[in-house]
């Protein structure tokens, strides 16, 4: 699809005249309403609002691009707008924008939004392109221009994967799924487009695999990126430069991860003969362990609630109650530390490694051996499979083709509880020993253990730490220990709180365009999205990650303190009527460690004026 096949010589606006970045959008959404491409322009006014406000689309180099998926529209369409004295469309430069393009898509129009970005955004960072656009005299001149610079530079770049304009690709994820799998995304797409740089992201969410990359697409690009902490099949990479990083890095620093893509700093990739180093092993650790939490969590959730749900419907006599409870009960003590472990050795074998791996979970929850009993048979499980499978290998032809139904499973399953007997003592042991201490601390020492757990949540905003220590709060819920859940909960809602509230509070140390962005983190940190402090931490680390550090180890020490419990390991305020003990404790804990850092941010936060 080229640009000239969707813009107009209706839909532009050759003069702007001071005009505010909100006008210049109505303005422009206006021309689209008298172009009859929206079913209802204040809908669609309101979509790219909502979206602007999530971050802005100016791209820097005198160039917006605003932009919305939304069922006000009924075609794929584009406005344009130019402006001498330029508008203050709080660029990621900070400079004036002269020209912007407002672009509209219908709800259910795929991903086709990404590619018109990616395509227009190239055409905008070629100074050429921008010089003679701002000088057009007519609406016909603007379209010949785009109309040239699409058909030589953005196809013959895409076609031919020169060094000006390489096309890259990208992978996300995240074990949750649900906020740093997209931030990451978007944060990639916006550094990609203020270089210039067609990109397409593939995102493994909650939701699944979305905009997956095709072979085509694939073999067309120079390099690969990948901000991922779950496994992600690599083989349909091999032979291209793989630049790999944690999710985190993605969301905060797209730009270098971009940069690293266009200079093909990355080693090529060869499945067939690949060698991992000390860190490449460690994190492909980390990665499978990720991989069992993220196939766990949703069941994980799901028990939690029916065993809350039940406890708190339990005067009530009627068989419905007691069934909720008996399979909320049996799910989280029975299936999810094989689904765990399961999925674990699936992430390190394929799928001959799942049924190994999942007997092994089913050992270590029978036999009391917790979390780290259920993280050693699924790695158990995984690299005996592989073991088994080089095995294989040697075997007559016949008997290998009768491997993944014989061999595998019955042997995997057979060595894996092996394994896992002979080091059962020592994992029952330790796990005796955390339970022990989590059921005889005093308030003094709950308190800190809490304040220790907020902290830990808050310290990389999502990353490692983050998750392990997520993973670990889900780990003494399995053995019936709830309080570490809400701890780690409360300080994991903090961070994104306390800067939404520090914005509202000291409105005059915040731009007007930091204030729209950074209420959607009130949003975030009460749906216990943690990540969402990352874009304001990443600019001054040292500066404002303190402050959010002592925020949330006081509402996680609070509520440990406060010996409030948690069975549902996700959903933030939405799980708050199921808190054991008292949600208006909960809730307070989470209030007093935002209102905490909120003050000590605004302290630190230098007066902005727009």
């Not at 227009?120 to 960072?125: A, E, K, V």
């Not at 200079?263 to 067939?272: A, L, S, T």
């Amino acid at each position: 699809m080229r640009i000239t096949d969707l813009i107009t010589e209706e839909t532009i606006l050759l003069s702007m005249k001071n005009l505010t970045k909100l006008e210049v959008i109505t303005t422009l959404v206006e021309k689209l309403n008298l172009a009859d491409v929206l079913h209802n322009k204040d809908q669609f006014l309101t979509d790219v609002i909502k979206r602007e406000e999530q971050s802005t689309t100016g791209i820097g180099k005198g160039v917006a691009i605003p932009h919305a998926k939304s069922a006000a529209v009924k075609q794929v369409s584009i406005a344009c707008a130019k402006s001498d004295e330029g508008v203050d469309f709080a660029s990621l430069d900070g400079e004036a924008t002269h020209l912007i393009f407002l672009i509209a898509v219908p709800e259910k129009a795929a991903e086709i939004h990404l590619n018109i970005i990616a395509k227009l955004s190239t055409i905008l960072m070629n100074e050429n392109a921008r010089t003679k656009l701002l000088h057009a005299k007519t609406a016909k001149e603007m379209i010949d221009i785009l109309d040239f610079y699409d058909e030589n530079d953005v196809q013959s770049h895409l076609a031919n994967n020169d060094h000006e304009h390489p096309f890259v690709v990208a992978v996300t994820g995240c074990p949750t799924g649900i906020a740093h799998t997209y931030m990451a995304a978007h944060a990639l797409e916006s550094a990609a487009a203020e270089s210039g740089i067609p990109l397409k992201v593939e995102t493994n969410g909650a939701a699944g695999v979305k905009n997956q990359l095709t072979k085509d697409e694939i073999e067309q690009a120079i390099a690969v990126i990948i901000t991922s902490d779950t496994k992600v099949d690599l083989a349909r990479f091999s032979g291209k430069h793989l630049i790999i990083s944690s999710v985190s890095d993605g969301v905060s620093k797209p730009k270098q991860l971009i940069e690293k893509a266009v200079k093909r700093d990355g080693p090529i990739y060869d499945h067939n003969n690949e060698k991992q180093s000390g860190g490449r092993k460690r994190r492909d650790l980390y990665q499978h362990v990720m991989n069992g939490l993220s196939n766990m969590l949703p069941l994980a959730i799901g028990a939690g609630f029916l065993l809350s749900l039940a406890i708190y419907s339990s005067d009530m006599t009627h068989s419905f109650w007691e069934i909720l409870s008996f399979f909320g009960e049996q799910t989280i003590v029975s299936l999810l530390m094989p689904i765990f472990s399961g999925y674990i050795a699936k992430s390190i074998a394929d799928r001959p490694g799942f049924a190994p791996g999942a007997i092994g979970g089913l050992f270590a929850a029978i036999n009391g051996a917790g979390l780290l009993g259920g993280i050693c048979a699924g790695l158990l499980a995984g690299w005996i499979v592989n073991w088994l499978k080089k095995l294989s290998g040697k075997l007559p032809t016949v008997l290998t083709a009768m491997s993944s139904i014989i061999i595998y499973p019955v042997a995997g399953i057979l060595i894996t509880i092996l394994a896992m007997y002979v080091i059962l003592i020592p994992l029952v042991i330790v796990n005796e020993k955390i339970i022990s201490f989590f059921n005889v601390l005093n308030p003094m020492l709950a308190l800190a253990v809490g304040a220790i757990l907020g902290l830990l949540m808050a310290i990389d905003l999502g990353g490692p730490i983050n998750k392990v220590t997520y993973l670990s709060g889900i780990g003494f819920m399995l053995n019936g220990v709830y309080e570490p859940m809400a701890a780690i909960m409360a300080g994991g809602m903090v961070p994104p709180l306390s800067i939404a509230i520090a914005s509202t509070i000291f409105r005059s140390r915040f731009s007007s365009y930091e204030q729209k962005v950074y209420r959607t983190n009130y949003i975030k940190g009460l749906f216990f999205m943690t990540e969402g402090a990352i874009p304001f931490v990443a600019k001054h680390r040292r500066k404002f990650l303190p402050p959010i550090l002592v925020g949330a180890g006081c509402a996680g020490g609070i509520s440990m303190f406060a010996g409030t419990g948690l069975a549902i390991p996700h959903g933030g305020v939405l799980v708050t009527p199921f808190i054991f003990g008292s949600s208006i404790v909960f809730l307070a804990a989470v209030f007093i460690g935002s209102i905490v850092s909120a003050i000590m941010l605004g302290f630190l936060k230098k007066i902005q004026f727009d």
